[in-house]
């Protein structure tokens, strides 16, 4: 089939020339499609039986970027990346990803699983709901993701073949520019942010220290292949069902179609950050200051358990390693602080780049007055600042704890 772009009708006669789509709806009777585009990137649709019984979400790649139109071109090939990762994710972290019902290249479609009780979890944390699970699921999913792709758990022959069907070009180079060059360089670049910033950018902007470290951060993730990562595990890349009555809710890691072999700490830091930009934001969000208190307290920990986590699942994944080096004593330790100094350094560029970059975030972006956006975009930059410039003299988690939350509450 010739790729055309889905709409409300075509979708659902796309769905029913599917003979995939057989197994999940009935397909000879009517079928409704709804759109529930959330991201930046693509279109997605949620099709389903009349009363939605049952259904599918029908996630297209436009030959744009939905978010800014025709005027960017990107074309669909991250259909592909998304479709050979989320298939290796289910294998390796099953139930922390959609279950892949089919991709269709020609259309750049990935069909999944519709988590219709699932809501992405950036509002509500914003607003304070405890997903408690949060952070331990994060690293468990990052921890089996990261491991079973890596050359520890595959060997360097069929992590490298792997590698080859990851050569996603076009977005890791969007997040090459606007997530570790431009918001570090003054115009002409894409970024945008309030007036009142600017002497803080301008600072920021001409600190060579801080562009160094940026620069060998920026070459760490075009260079350094260790593992098949998600490219974007922001907080509108997780979706979790509503707290049952023990707390527990199910979590799901959606969104991979920046895919890529790079280095590990760029997921964990990416998570982390945005908690931390959840976190700074509260200081507009929380209705009072004892709220304010237990969401900090809560997000803390739920960094913490993510850290935790994935460290102890990853050290006990390696004692099977393929290879009698990588089981040598120390070796795991060495790697999981470089990996943690990584995840300091991307943490803070995630910071900067969501507040004067491109892409903000809603934590930061739905603050009122621009006043009080404005303390807090700048406490973004400071803690930004900060963690790229103490990456590397870093040792263990607890330094890592102590400079993001260091005058947290004040
Ligand atoms: C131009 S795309 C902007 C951002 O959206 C995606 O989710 C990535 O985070 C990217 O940097
Ligand atoms: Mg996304």
Not at 82 to 96: F, K, Y
Not at 290 to 317: G, I, V
Request: aromatic share 8%; glycine share 8%.
């Amino acid at each position: 089939m010739e790729y055309r772009i889905l709409d409300l009708r075509s979708v659902v006669e796309y769905v029913k020339s599917r003979p995939e789509a057989a197994a999940r709806l009935d397909v000879a009777g009517p079928l409704e499609a709804r759109e529930v585009s959330d991201g930046n990137l693509n279109a997605v649709f949620r099709v389903q039986e009349p009363g939605g019984a049952r259904s599918v979400l029908i996630k297209q790649g436009l030959p744009y970027l939905r978010v800014a139109g025709e005027a960017w071109p990107l074309s669909q090939e991250r259909a592909d990346f998304e479709a050979r990762s989320l298939a290796r994710q289910h294998l390796a972290a099953p139930g922390l990803v959609p279950e892949p019902y089919w991709h269709d290249p020609e259309m750049a479609v990935n069909a999944m699983e519709d988590l219709r009780a699932h809501a992405v979890i950036r509002a509500p944390l914003i607003a304070g709901v405890r997903l408690e699970s949060l952070g331990e699921t994060i690293g468990a999913f990052l921890a089996a993701t990261l491991y079973g792709s890596s050359d520890f758990a595959l060997g360097g022959v069929e992590r490298t073949r792997l590698a080859a069907q990851f050569g996603n070009v076009e977005l890791c180079e969007l997040t090459e520019a606007l997530v570790l060059t431009e918001p570090f360089y003054p115009p002409p670049n894409r970024n945008d942010h309030l007036p009142a910033l600017q002497d803080a950018l301008d600072d920021l902007q001409a600190d060579a220290g801080l562009r160094r470290r940026v620069a060998a951060l920026r070459h760490r993730f075009m260079t350094c292949g260790q593992a098949l990562l998600h490219g974007d595990l922001h907080t509108g890349s997780v979706m979790a069902s509503p707290p049952d009555a023990q707390g527990h809710s199910d979590i799901r890691v959606i969104d991979s179609e920046f895919a890529f072999f790079g280095p590990m700490g760029f997921d964990i830091g990416l998570f982390l950050a945005n908690l931390l930009l959840c976190a700074h934001a509260q200081a507009g969000h929380a209705p009072d200051a004892a709220e304010r208190a237990a969401r900090l307290t809560y997000l803390r920990r739920q960094m913490r358990a993510c850290w935790e986590t994935f460290q102890a699942r990853f050290r006990q994944q390696m004692q099977g390693a393929v290879s009698a080096a990588w089981r040598e004593p120390g070796f795991v330790g060495d790697l999981l602080l470089t990996v943690l100094r990584d995840a300091a350094g991307y943490a803070g560029c995630e910071l900067i780049r969501r507040t004067v970059g491109f892409a903000h975030v809603l934590d930061y972006d739905s603050l009122e007055p621009e006043e009080r956006r404005a303390q807090v975009g700048t406490r973004n930059l400071a803690l930004g600042r900060t963690l790229i410039g103490s990456a590397d003299v870093l040792h263990t988690y607890d330094d890592l704890d102590a400079l993001a939350w260091a005058g947290m509450t004040e």
